[in-house]
Protein backbone atom coordinates (compact mmCIF):
# COMPACT_ATOMS: atom_id res chain seq x y z
CA UNK A 1 0.00 0.00 0.00
CA UNK A 2 0.96 3.57 -0.92
CA UNK A 3 2.42 5.61 1.81
CA UNK A 4 1.55 9.42 1.36
CA UNK A 5 3.76 11.66 2.44
CA UNK A 6 2.06 15.08 3.19
CA UNK A 7 2.83 18.58 4.86
CA UNK A 8 2.20 21.96 5.91
CA UNK A 9 4.27 25.03 4.65
CA UNK A 10 4.37 27.64 6.66
CA UNK A 11 5.89 30.01 9.10
CA UNK A 12 4.99 30.23 11.95
CA UNK A 13 2.93 26.82 12.62
CA UNK A 14 2.99 26.39 16.32
CA UNK A 15 -0.56 26.79 16.57
CA UNK A 16 -1.55 24.68 13.62
CA UNK A 17 -4.36 21.85 14.02
CA UNK A 18 -3.48 20.30 10.28
CA UNK A 19 -1.85 17.45 11.83
CA UNK A 20 -4.53 16.15 13.31
CA UNK A 21 -7.43 17.05 10.40
CA UNK A 22 -4.72 14.59 8.02
CA UNK A 23 -3.96 12.08 10.27
CA UNK A 24 -7.17 11.56 11.36
CA UNK A 25 -8.27 11.76 7.34
CA UNK A 26 -5.54 9.91 6.65
CA UNK A 27 -6.95 6.97 9.33
CA UNK A 28 -10.77 7.15 8.61
CA UNK A 29 -9.78 5.97 4.56
CA UNK A 30 -7.59 3.80 5.50
CA UNK A 31 -4.37 4.98 4.18
CA UNK A 32 -1.31 4.91 5.26
CA UNK A 33 1.10 8.26 5.52
CA UNK A 34 2.38 11.08 7.37
CA UNK A 35 1.31 14.82 7.88
CA UNK A 36 4.40 16.68 8.93
CA UNK A 37 5.03 20.45 9.40
CA UNK A 38 7.69 22.47 7.14
CA UNK A 39 7.95 25.95 9.23
CA UNK A 40 10.66 28.05 7.25
CA UNK A 41 11.32 31.28 8.81
CA UNK A 42 11.11 33.91 6.24
CA UNK A 43 14.97 34.99 5.90
CA UNK A 44 15.28 31.63 4.56
CA UNK A 45 12.28 31.50 1.91
CA UNK A 46 13.46 31.54 -1.79
CA UNK A 47 16.19 28.73 -1.54
CA UNK A 48 13.47 26.53 1.16
CA UNK A 49 10.70 26.92 -0.81
CA UNK A 50 12.93 25.88 -3.94
CA UNK A 51 14.13 22.87 -1.59
CA UNK A 52 10.64 21.67 -0.78
CA UNK A 53 9.20 21.77 -4.24
CA UNK A 54 11.99 19.61 -5.82
CA UNK A 55 11.60 16.94 -3.10
CA UNK A 56 7.83 17.27 -4.62
CA UNK A 57 9.12 16.80 -8.09
CA UNK A 58 11.57 13.69 -6.85
CA UNK A 59 8.09 12.32 -5.18
CA UNK A 60 9.92 12.73 -2.24
CA UNK A 61 6.77 14.51 -0.93
CA UNK A 62 3.14 13.82 -2.29
CA UNK A 63 1.48 16.93 -1.47
CA UNK A 64 2.15 20.58 0.58
CA UNK A 65 -0.66 22.76 1.93
CA UNK A 66 1.27 26.43 2.34
CA UNK A 67 -0.06 29.21 4.66
CA UNK A 68 1.18 32.49 5.29
CA UNK A 69 3.90 33.93 4.38
CA UNK A 70 4.08 31.96 1.33
CA UNK A 71 0.89 31.57 -0.27
CA UNK A 72 1.80 33.91 -3.54
CA UNK A 73 5.57 33.94 -2.87
CA UNK A 74 5.50 30.25 -4.12
CA UNK A 75 3.55 31.40 -7.54
CA UNK A 76 6.79 31.93 -9.51
CA UNK A 77 7.73 28.57 -8.24
CA UNK A 78 5.58 26.09 -9.64
CA UNK A 79 5.08 24.24 -13.07
CA UNK A 80 1.45 25.42 -13.42
CA UNK A 81 -1.99 27.01 -12.06
CA UNK A 82 -5.11 25.55 -11.39
CA UNK A 83 -8.03 27.96 -12.56
CA UNK A 84 -8.61 28.75 -9.39
CA UNK A 85 -4.72 29.13 -8.48
CA UNK A 86 -4.37 31.72 -11.48
CA UNK A 87 -7.93 33.59 -10.01
CA UNK A 88 -6.94 34.09 -6.96
CA UNK A 89 -3.77 35.10 -7.41
CA UNK A 90 -2.54 32.86 -4.42
CA UNK A 91 -1.75 29.14 -4.06
CA UNK A 92 -2.79 27.17 -0.98
CA UNK A 93 -1.92 23.71 -2.09
CA UNK A 94 0.93 22.25 -3.87
CA UNK A 95 0.59 18.75 -5.40
CA UNK A 96 2.43 16.58 -8.21
CA UNK A 97 0.91 15.74 -12.03
CA UNK A 98 3.81 13.89 -14.31
CA UNK A 99 6.20 15.14 -12.48
CA UNK A 100 4.88 19.27 -12.81
CA UNK A 101 4.42 20.51 -9.23
CA UNK A 102 0.73 22.30 -9.72
CA UNK A 103 -0.69 25.17 -7.86
CA UNK A 104 -4.00 25.09 -6.44
CA UNK A 105 -6.15 27.08 -3.83
CA UNK A 106 -8.52 25.43 -2.01
CA UNK A 107 -9.39 27.93 0.45
CA UNK A 108 -11.73 29.67 -1.83
CA UNK A 109 -14.14 26.30 -1.76
CA UNK A 110 -13.40 25.49 1.89
CA UNK A 111 -14.39 29.28 3.03
CA UNK A 112 -17.56 28.84 0.78
CA UNK A 113 -18.63 25.77 1.81
CA UNK A 114 -18.22 26.45 5.64
CA UNK A 115 -20.37 29.62 5.12
CA UNK A 116 -23.16 27.69 3.36
CA UNK A 117 -23.09 25.33 6.29
CA UNK A 118 -23.37 28.08 8.72
CA UNK A 119 -26.51 29.59 6.75
CA UNK A 120 -27.62 26.18 6.65
CA UNK A 121 -27.63 26.42 2.48
CA UNK A 122 -29.47 30.25 2.69
CA UNK A 123 -27.80 34.06 2.24
CA UNK A 124 -27.82 35.96 5.23
CA UNK A 125 -30.89 38.74 4.99
CA UNK A 126 -30.03 41.91 3.35
CA UNK A 127 -27.74 42.87 0.63
CA UNK A 128 -24.72 40.75 -0.34
CA UNK A 129 -21.99 43.62 0.43
CA UNK A 130 -19.15 42.28 2.12
CA UNK A 131 -16.01 43.90 3.64
CA UNK A 132 -13.03 41.85 4.02
CA UNK A 133 -10.13 43.03 6.31
CA UNK A 134 -6.46 42.14 4.83
CA UNK A 135 -5.00 42.02 1.40
CA UNK A 136 -2.72 38.98 1.06
CA UNK A 137 -3.37 35.20 -0.13
CA UNK A 138 -6.14 34.78 2.09
CA UNK A 139 -7.57 37.92 1.59
CA UNK A 140 -7.39 37.16 -1.98
CA UNK A 141 -9.31 33.74 -1.87
CA UNK A 142 -11.72 35.18 0.30
CA UNK A 143 -12.73 37.75 -2.27
CA UNK A 144 -12.46 35.88 -5.34
CA UNK A 145 -15.01 33.32 -3.81
CA UNK A 146 -17.96 36.14 -3.10
CA UNK A 147 -17.41 37.70 -6.32
CA UNK A 148 -18.11 34.88 -8.35
CA UNK A 149 -21.15 33.86 -5.80
CA UNK A 150 -22.72 37.16 -6.42
CA UNK A 151 -21.39 39.53 -3.43
CA UNK A 152 -20.12 43.18 -3.52
CA UNK A 153 -16.94 42.90 -2.04
CA UNK A 154 -14.99 46.17 -0.27
CA UNK A 155 -11.41 45.57 1.12
CA UNK A 156 -9.67 46.90 4.41
CA UNK A 157 -5.84 46.70 4.29
CA UNK A 158 -2.61 48.10 5.46
CA UNK A 159 -1.17 47.77 2.08
CA UNK A 160 -3.28 49.67 -0.36
CA UNK A 161 -1.25 47.98 -3.12
CA UNK A 162 -2.06 44.92 -2.81
CA UNK A 163 -5.74 45.80 -2.12
CA UNK A 164 -5.93 47.50 -5.46
CA UNK A 165 -4.95 44.78 -7.32
CA UNK A 166 -7.21 42.28 -5.76
CA UNK A 167 -9.80 44.68 -6.71
CA UNK A 168 -8.53 45.09 -10.30
CA UNK A 169 -9.11 41.27 -10.59
CA UNK A 170 -12.82 41.44 -9.41
CA UNK A 171 -13.66 44.57 -10.94
CA UNK A 172 -11.35 45.02 -14.12
CA UNK A 173 -13.90 47.98 -15.40
CA UNK A 174 -14.84 50.79 -13.49
CA UNK A 175 -14.16 52.64 -10.23
CA UNK A 176 -13.02 50.68 -7.34
CA UNK A 177 -11.71 53.04 -4.82
CA UNK A 178 -14.94 53.36 -3.32
CA UNK A 179 -13.77 49.66 -2.82
CA UNK A 180 -10.56 50.06 -0.80
CA UNK A 181 -10.87 51.35 2.63
CA UNK A 182 -7.70 51.72 4.89
CA UNK A 183 -6.58 49.53 8.21
CA UNK A 184 -7.24 50.36 10.71
CA UNK A 185 -10.39 51.52 9.58
CA UNK A 186 -11.59 55.08 9.88
CA UNK A 187 -14.94 56.00 11.53
CA UNK A 188 -17.88 55.99 10.70
CA UNK A 189 -18.09 52.24 9.33
CA UNK A 190 -19.57 52.15 5.55
CA UNK A 191 -23.29 51.66 5.68
CA UNK A 192 -25.01 48.39 4.48
CA UNK A 193 -22.15 45.69 5.17
CA UNK A 194 -23.96 42.11 5.75
CA UNK A 195 -20.58 40.28 5.81
CA UNK A 196 -17.36 41.32 7.65
CA UNK A 197 -14.41 38.86 7.79
CA UNK A 198 -10.89 39.21 8.80
CA UNK A 199 -8.48 37.41 6.77
CA UNK A 200 -5.40 38.76 8.48
CA UNK A 201 -3.54 36.88 10.98
CA UNK A 202 -4.48 39.61 13.56
CA UNK A 203 -5.38 38.35 16.89
CA UNK A 204 -3.90 34.77 16.32
CA UNK A 205 -2.17 33.08 18.77
CA UNK A 206 -0.23 33.94 20.63
CA UNK A 207 -1.01 37.74 20.01
CA UNK A 208 -4.53 36.86 21.54
CA UNK A 209 -4.82 40.37 22.91
CA UNK A 210 -5.18 42.27 19.13
CA UNK A 211 -7.85 42.65 16.90
CA UNK A 212 -7.92 44.63 13.56
CA UNK A 213 -11.26 46.28 14.41
CA UNK A 214 -11.01 49.23 16.37
CA UNK A 215 -11.79 48.91 19.66
CA UNK A 216 -14.15 52.24 19.77
CA UNK A 217 -15.65 51.77 16.52
CA UNK A 218 -19.17 49.95 16.31
CA UNK A 219 -19.62 46.97 14.25
CA UNK A 220 -21.61 47.08 10.78
CA UNK A 221 -25.34 46.74 12.14
CA UNK A 222 -26.71 43.28 11.27
CA UNK A 223 -23.84 42.18 9.82
CA UNK A 224 -22.29 38.29 9.98
CA UNK A 225 -18.88 38.52 11.60
CA UNK A 226 -16.45 35.89 10.19
CA UNK A 227 -12.50 35.47 11.43
CA UNK A 228 -10.54 32.97 9.19
CA UNK A 229 -8.16 32.64 12.44
CA UNK A 230 -9.26 29.54 14.35
CA UNK A 231 -6.21 29.59 17.30
CA UNK A 232 -8.29 31.11 19.52
CA UNK A 233 -11.91 29.78 18.56
CA UNK A 234 -12.98 32.52 20.72
CA UNK A 235 -10.88 35.80 19.07
CA UNK A 236 -10.90 39.42 20.51
CA UNK A 237 -12.57 40.45 17.48
CA UNK A 238 -15.25 37.74 17.33
CA UNK A 239 -16.00 38.26 21.58
CA UNK A 240 -16.54 42.05 20.73
CA UNK A 241 -18.78 41.11 17.91
CA UNK A 242 -21.09 39.08 20.00
CA UNK A 243 -21.26 41.73 22.93
CA UNK A 244 -22.28 43.88 19.77
CA UNK A 245 -25.36 40.76 19.70
CA UNK A 246 -23.81 39.87 16.28
CA UNK A 247 -23.84 36.04 14.85
CA UNK A 248 -19.90 35.06 14.72
CA UNK A 249 -18.08 32.16 13.07
CA UNK A 250 -14.46 31.08 13.39
CA UNK A 251 -12.13 29.89 10.80
CA UNK A 252 -11.95 25.94 12.57
CA UNK A 253 -14.47 24.84 9.87
CA UNK A 254 -12.84 26.48 6.99
CA UNK A 255 -9.98 25.16 7.78
CA UNK A 256 -11.42 21.65 7.41
CA UNK A 257 -13.07 22.17 4.51
CA UNK A 258 -10.43 23.23 2.71
CA UNK A 259 -8.19 20.53 3.99
CA UNK A 260 -10.86 18.08 2.71
CA UNK A 261 -10.59 19.59 -0.75
CA UNK A 262 -6.49 19.46 -0.35
CA UNK A 263 -6.88 15.69 0.51
CA UNK A 264 -9.06 14.73 -2.28
CA UNK A 265 -6.31 16.10 -4.48
CA UNK A 266 -3.42 14.27 -3.07
CA UNK A 267 -4.96 11.09 -2.52
CA UNK A 268 -7.99 10.75 -4.96
CA UNK A 269 -10.20 9.18 -1.76
CA UNK A 270 -12.78 11.37 -1.06
CA UNK A 271 -12.26 13.32 2.41
CA UNK A 272 -13.79 11.77 5.26
CA UNK A 273 -15.16 14.60 7.15
CA UNK A 274 -16.69 13.30 9.59
CA UNK A 275 -13.54 12.13 11.13
CA UNK A 276 -11.71 15.51 10.08
CA UNK A 277 -14.23 18.07 12.06
CA UNK A 278 -14.44 15.49 14.95
CA UNK A 279 -10.55 15.49 15.13
CA UNK A 280 -10.85 19.09 16.21
CA UNK A 281 -13.43 19.40 18.11
CA UNK A 282 -16.28 20.40 15.87
CA UNK A 283 -19.97 18.85 16.05
CA UNK A 284 -19.33 17.30 19.14
Not at 26 to 39: H, K, Q, T, W
Not at 72 to 86: F, G, K, Y
Not at 252 to 271: N, R
Amino acid sequence: MKAFHLGLLGHPLSHSRSPEIFHAALSAAGLVGEFRLYPLEPDKGSSGLQALLQRIRLGELDGLAVTIPYKEAVLPLVDSLTEAAEGIGAINVLSLADGRVIGDNTDAGGFLADLQAWWHGSAPPGEKNALVLGAGGAARAIAYGLRNTGWEVSIAARRMAQAASILERLYPEGDRTKRILPLPLPSPCPEGISLLVNATPIGMSPDTGSSPWPEDLPYPAGAWVYDLVYNPEATLFLQRARRAGLPTRSGLGMLVEQAALAFEIWTGASAPRPAMRSAVGLDR
